[in-house]
């Protein structure tokens, strides 16, 4: 069975780093774009990051820019989020997702979800 599984969430001061983790089973990354998406409490849901198939390129909404890195190992079949210089904003759950669909911050293109990880950033 196709599945995607988020770790790495915590508890996190402002300005802190977590790095999470996204592994697949059933399928290999390397063959979809996978994205990283948050959901605050009382916001909509939004695309953070993404790095696409073949090429590895990445993308990132402009509120993340030079804080976060998206990154892939194909030998643990293993997606991560690095993130830095946390602000209480970033609060959120995270989630990663796979598609096929080249607009890999659009939370529609994505056909496999993982049940997501939190993250609080807070003193």
Same mark, same amino acid.
């Given at each position: 069975q196709v599945q995607l599984v988020e770790s790495g969430g915590g508890l996190v001061q402002? $300005?802190?780093? *977590? !790095? +999470?983790?996204?592994?697949?089973?059933g399928f290999a990354l390397d063959v979809y774009h996978i994205g990283w998406f948050r959901q605050a409490s009382g916001k909509e849901r939004e695309g953070v990051s993404?790095? #696409? #198939?073949?090429s590895g390129h990445? *993308?990132?909404?402009?509120?993340? !820019? $030079?804080?976060?890195?998206i990154s892939r190992d194909n030998a643990n079949n293993t997606v991560y989020l690095q993130m830095r210089s946390l602000k209480?904003?970033?609060t959120a759950a995270y989630y990663c997702a796979a598609g096929l669909d080249s607009s890999c911050l659009f939370s529609g293109?994505?056909?496999?979800w993982g !049940?997501?990880? +939190? *993250?609080? *950033?807070s003193s």
């Open positions: 402002p $300005g802190g780093s *977590v !790095k +999470l983790s996204c592994a697949a089973s993404c790095i #696409r #198939r073949g990445t *993308v990132y909404a402009d509120n993340v !820019k $030079g804080r976060f890195t209480p904003e970033d293109g994505m056909d496999y !049940k997501g990880t +939190l *993250v609080t *950033v």
